[in-house]
């Protein structure tokens, strides 16, 4: 009964903050396009140059499609790669078929190869043979390691859930002391705990919504692949959104205004985007690399890139979501008993 | 006459800086006491007490002969704070609601409630607009009608009558003398002398020490002054000659 109050409440006023209710909703979506948009055109149309002494070669590939340049000279070819004028070189000097990539930018390496390999497919039968063992990659700059969206999308998702959350709840929570309701609150009969799960509940409603809305947008809008269930990405990101908002409403009780709930972001969030695996954790040090199994992010933008990229099914992921609740659950008690401080009841 | 509030001994610490000091008073049923003192006497930190949300660092406090703090008494209490604790994206009817919900009313006896005390404190017509755009009187007059809304035995009042027009707090008093006739308990603070006049018993509250207690008459004759701000003088005064 006093926690349905409460839930009702905390949807009332939230539907009535209009701002807040965007930046919950719409930020995360513009955020995920304009990283989408630096990190991949897939409208990208690469130049490529052909260098063959086969005639019949460079017409068939030169027919397939618009992107070959055929070059009769094979330093003229180097030369224009290096200026940037091309993005890729093909050498098919039979028997052998070398690709030279310009390198810098992940996005064109991805449009020439693909380009490169659907030409060769096109290839009549007596020719592919000779010409389809498998293509000698060279890079001129960088490396096939490169990211792109496809691999930093998902970790992305689950960050901006879990940082737009946290600060709400936290900012919400921490108004609800500065302003002298929560004292209020506590000169009623209402529980502790109550109070707690009224705010889990309550902004819980917000959070399938919010998980809902950005999961569909990176998936049908941004064209993220995506090899697995959407409703089982719908599921981590909201135990993800559910720890957030008990870890923001539990430190948001060590905090004494809005601006200190913001001093936390650099302590308790942006590391998590170091150790939650978006960057290589294996490769730092040794004494560092433990931090990353209490980072709660760890855990769900690791199921999140499973489900979406190697199409994992929930006997993969259910270790992260137990994980992701024991954390919740661990955070709503010490904030049940961190309200203590307010009162001992 | 029956005691429902008795304050033994207490004292109130936070770290080493003494707040309150062997406070001993006792509020009988049906009666309007005042603590009067200025503010930082500790007068709020007595009556969060009494409320059950903060604890006595040493003595004890029984309301409704239990020892407080006691969740089930706390259903007895209606506690207005000094700071209109509401939220001010909802609309005055949603914060009466909310805090009626706390306390377990619901349906046609939630609605009757609403309507009363919405009344009382003359807030009817504005029960729809938003709670930000209350004016200081608005919302002081809103946290009273919230703290009315259960029909608690005990009325714990903190400041109520800062901001209000002279004519309105002449209201609410007049709504308190009514209250305490039909059986409510009440006890409020103030820091304006003239007001307290208007309670049945006065508590003088100065630097975390209850320096004198007693009907304003009583207090005034004893003192032999004409004002209750002489009287509070006269033991104020005493007390520094000691």
Redesign the interface.
Known sequence: MRIKALVIRIIRQFVRDKRTLAMMFIAPLFILTLVNLVFSSNDYEPKIGLVSDQQMVVDKLKSSDKAFKSYQNRSKAHQDLSEEKLDAILEVELPSTTITLEGSNPSANKASIITIEKALKSMPTQDTEKTQVNPEIHYLHGSADMESFDYIGPFLIGFFIFFFVFLISGVSFLRERTTGTLERLLATPMRRWEMVVGYVLGFGIFTIIQSAIIVSFAIYVLDIMMAGSIWLVILITLMLAITALSLGTLLSAFAKNELQMIQFIPLVVVPQVFFSGLFTIETMADWLQPLSYIMPLTYGGEAIRDIMIQGDGWGDIYGNVLVLLGFSLLFMILNVLALKKHRKL | MKSVIEVNNVSKNYQSHQVLQNIELTVNKNEIYGLLGPSGAGKTTLV?MI?????PTTGSISVLDSIM????T??Q?G?M??????????SGK?NL???S????L?GQKQKDRINQVSKLVNLTNFLEK?VNQYSGGMKRRLSLA?ALLHEPKILILDEPTVGIDPVLRQSIWDELNKLSKSGTTILVTTHVMDEAEKCGQLGMLRDGKLIASGSPKDLKDTTSSATIEEAFLYYGGAHHAN
């Open positions: 969060k409320a059950g949300i903060e604890t703090p006691k969740l089930n706390m259903k209490i506690f704070a000094q700071s209109d604790a509401l939220y001010g994206e909802l949603e609601e909310f805090f919900s706390i306390y377990g619901k938003p919230a």
